[in-house]
C-alpha cells in the first residue's frame, strides 16, 4: 500500500507559491538594503567630508562628492589640536567613569531593594519610576540648574556626573529583571549563615549580575559618551569641554568649518565605533537575557 498523500490532499498552508516567495524576499532584502543606505549615507558624507579642503565644500559640487586627495588629513590634524580633543577625551573618561560606577552600584541596590523587601508604598515607587521616564527632561531644566548651582557645582565635571547617575531609570528596570530571575533560596541559605542584607548584596546578588552590569555599561558610556546638551549647558568653559561639545568649537557667528567638524566628528565616532564592535555580544545577551527572565 503507497503511503505518498495524493496532491489534493495536502495542507494548503505547507507549499508556498514560488512567486509569493520570490516577493517576500525581494521584500525583506530591499528593506535592509533601504535601512543600510539610510545609516550609512550620512557617516559617507561625514568622511568624504572630512578629506575635502575648504573650497571643495563650499564650491557646490555636493556632500557625495569624491574629495581631489584622499590622503588629505588636515583636517584631522586641525581637529585634535584646536579642537583640543586630548583634554576632551580626558573630561569624558573622568565622567564616565564616575557616572558608569554610580550608576551600575545605585542601580543595582534599588532593584536589590525593590525586590527583595516588601514595604509600604513599593508600588507607588515603581509608579513614580515609570512617571519619571515619561516626563521630558527639557522641562525641568530650571530648577535642576537651580539645585546644581545652588551646590557650586556648575562649571565643574561633578555636574554632569550628579546627573547621569540620578537620571537613569532604565538601569534600575535591568537590574530588576536579572535580579527576579536569581532565586531567594541564595539569600535565605546566606542569611542561615548569618549574612547581612549587604553582605547578601555584595557577596552574592552583584556577582550574579555580570550580564546586566556590561549591559548598562555599555548602553550608559554610550549615551554619557555622545551627550551634547548637560555638558554645554553645565560645563561651559573651554578647558572642561567633552568629546561632544569639543566639536562646537569650529562654528563661528558667520558659518561653520563643516570640514572640520566632519574630521572631528570621525574621531569622536571611532572609540564609539570599536567598542560596539567589541563589545556587541554582551549588548545582545544582556537584552535577551533580561526579556526573558
Known amino acids: 500500500m503507497s503511503s505518498v498523500v495524493p496532491p489534493s490532499r495536502v495542507p494548503s498552508g505547507s507549499r508556498i507559491p514560488a512567486g509569493r516567495r520570490l516577493l517576500s524576499r525581494t521584500f525583506t532584502y530591499g528593506s535592509l538594503v533601504i535601512a543600510s543606505l539610510v545609516v550609512l549615507t550620512p557617516l559617507v558624507v561625514v568622511f568624504l567630508t572630512s578629506l575635502k579642503t575648504s573650497g ?5 559640487s555636493g556632500a557625495l562628492s569624491l574629495p581631489r586627495h584622499w ?3 588636515d583636517n584631522y590634524a586641525t581637529a585634535f589640536t584646536d579642537g583640543h580633543l586630548l583634554t576632551a577625551f580626558g573630561n569624558t573618561a573622568f565622567i564616565l567613569f564616575f557616572s558608569i560606577t554610580a550608576t551600575v552600584i545605585i542601580g543595582s541596590m534599588t532593584a536589590y531593594a525593590i525586590d527583595r ?5 513599593r508600588k507607588l515607587v515603581m509608579g513614580l519610576f515609570l512617571v519619571a521616564t515619561l516626563v521630558p527632561g527639557v522641562t525641568t531644566q530650571v ?3 537651580q539645585v546644581v548651582n545652588s551646590f557650586g557645582l556648575f562649571d565643574t565635571r561633578w555636574a ?4 547621569y547617575m540620578g537620571t537613569d531609570i532604565l538601569s534600575i528596570y535591568i537590574f530588576l529583571q ?9 539569600d535565605e541559605a546566606a542569611r542561615l549563615d548569618g549574612a547581612n542584607a549587604w553582605t547578601v548584596y555584595w557577596k552574592i546578588i552583584l556577582p550574579l549580575l555580570k550580564p546586566a552590569v556590561a549591559t548598562v555599561v555599555i548602553i550608559k558610556g554610550i549615551t554619557v559618551y555622545n551627550d551634547f546638551y548637560i555638558p554645554f549647558l553645565y560645563m561651559p568653559s ?4 567633552t568629546m561632544s561639545t569639543a566639536l562646537f568649537r569650529f562654528k563661528g557667528p558667520f558659518g561653520a568649518h563643516w570640514e572640520n567638524i566632519s574630521a ?3 574621531l569622536v565616532i571611532v572609540p564609539t565605533l570599536i567598542a560596539f564592535l567589541l563589545l556587541q555580544r554582551h549588548i545582545y545577551n544582556g537584552f535577551s537575557q533580561g526579556a526573558t527572565k
Open 160 to 163: 554632569p556626573i550628579l546627573l
Open 143 to 145: 530648577a535642576t540648574f
Open 264 to 266: 572631528g566628528t570621525v
Open 178 to 186: 536579572f535580579i527576579r530571575g536569581i532565586p531567594t533560596s541564595l
Open 56 to 60: 571643495e565644500v563650499t564650491d557646490g
Open 238 to 241: 573651554e578647558d572642561l569641554g
Open 71 to 73: 590622503l588629505n588629513f
Open 117 to 121: 523587601y516588601v514595604f509600604r508604598g
